[in-house]
């Protein structure tokens, strides 16, 4: 039984080692491309052609009326005007002619009252 274990094992040993293995392959890298130095700058180019003109717009719709404003306040009291400058004298009446003398009114005077 020694020999059948050893052998047992030799035998596995042998016949895992002849497996083929798979090649491993290395796929290399993708280069990068860095950009080197500007080129001269080129020509200009023509001029272009000029456009061509646009349609006119149609008119606007005319507007609605707008709102009554309200009323103003009322406005305050006027100041009380200049009074006026006094008259002229009046001129002097004529003298009245002299009475007449005597006749034959007489002249009642009444009592006063008493309480």
Same mark, same amino acid.
């Given at each position: 039984?020694?020999?059948?274990?050893?052998?047992?094992?030799?035998?596995?040993?042998?016949?895992?080692?002849?497996? %083929?293995?798979?090649?491993?392959?290395?796929?290399?890298?993708?280069?990068?491309?860095?950009?080197? =130095?500007?080129?001269? +700058?080129?020509?200009?180019?023509? +001029?272009?052609?000029?456009? $061509? +003109?646009?349609?006119? #717009?149609?008119?606007?719709?005319?507007?609605?009326?707008?709102?009554?404003?309200? +009323?103003? %306040?009322?406005?305050?009291?006027?100041?009380? #005007?200049?009074?006026? @400058?006094?008259?002229?004298?009046?001129?002097?009446? $004529?003298?009245? %002619?002299?009475?007449?003398?005597?006749? @034959?009114?007489?002249?009642?005077?009444?009592? =006063?009252?008493?309480?």
């Amino acid at each position: 039984m020694k020999y059948s274990i050893l052998f047992a094992a030799l035998v596995a040993v042998l016949g895992l080692s002849a497996c %083929d293995k798979p090649t491993v392959v290395t796929v290399p890298a993708t280069p990068v491309a860095v950009p080197g =130095p500007p080129g001269p +700058q080129g020509a200009t180019g023509t +001029q272009g052609e000029a456009g $061509t +003109q646009g349609a006119t #717009g149609t008119q606007g719709e005319m507007g609605a009326q707008g709102v009554t404003g309200t +009323q103003g %306040d009322t406005g305050s009291m006027g100041f009380e #005007g200049a009074k006026g @400058d006094t008259g002229r004298t009046g001129a002097t009446g $004529t003298q009245g %002619d002299t009475g007449k003398t005597g006749g @034959d009114t007489i002249v009642i005077v009444p009592a =006063p009252e008493q309480r």
